[in-house]
């Protein structure tokens, strides 16, 4: 309510100074324009406001690091803040092995969703977890700062992808060889999506 009163009041102070200047007779074509420049300030910063993370899909993204298929995967892990154990969910893959760190940055809440399916008992949705990237024998923690950088392409998401482990509870992101639920390999053939039976 308080937001309509502002915009109608600068609204208002538009047209008053554009009447009192006579550079713009009031008709409905001046009324429609300045309401419009109005209501991009509406904001009290017009369009300075911080961008939102689009959510992104996980199907979409699993498609996404499906089609990486040359490029390298790199195991990730997320942690309860309150704990020192590392828990191993999935990879990620980035286009030409370039954007490792943002790709877990960006998808960290489709692996902290998949580590909460994983390990309920380890990882509970109230918890606070860090992400980290396998790098050689040791986890690198990924701090969601590596978002603000301008040097993001635009259209990242198009560029990394996530796969979970498998879930033998749920059957979903797993791979199956003769029936059987198996982890991820170069020899297993293509995942499915499907629920154990």
């Not at 590392?86 to 489709?110: H, M, P, T």
């Not at 700062?145 to 259209?155: D, K």
Request: hydrophobic share 40%; glycine share 6%.
């Amino acid at each position: 309510m308080v937001s309509l009163r502002l915009t109608l009041l600068f609204a208002y102070l538009s047209l008053l100074r554009a009447w009192t200047s006579q550079q713009l007779p009031i008709r409905t074509a001046a009324f429609k324009t300045a309401s419009r420049s109005v209501l991009s300030m509406a904001g009290f910063g017009g369009n300075d406001a911080p961008k939102r993370e689009t959510k992104l899909k996980p199907k979409q993204q699993w498609d996404r690091y499906l089609s990486l298929k040359k490029d390298e995967k790199i195991s990730v892990a997320v942690r309860a803040t309150d704990t020192e154990e590392w828990l191993e969910v999935g990879n990620v893959k980035s286009k030409a092995n370039e954007f490792s760190d943002i790709a877990v940055a960006r998808q960290r809440a489709l692996i902290a969703d998949h580590a909460r399916r994983l390990f309920p008992l380890k990882v509970s949705p109230k918890d606070k977890v860090e992400w980290a990237l396998k790098e050689g024998k040791d986890w690198k923690i990924v701090d969601k700062a590596v978002l603000e950088g301008s040097e993001l392409p635009s259209g990242i998401e198009k560029l990394i992808g996530f796969e979970g482990k498998p879930d033998p509870g749920t059957g979903y992101y797993c791979f199956y060889n003769e029936g059987k639920l198996v982890n991820s390999g170069e020899d297993v053939p293509a995942p499915s999506s499907k629920k154990l039976q």
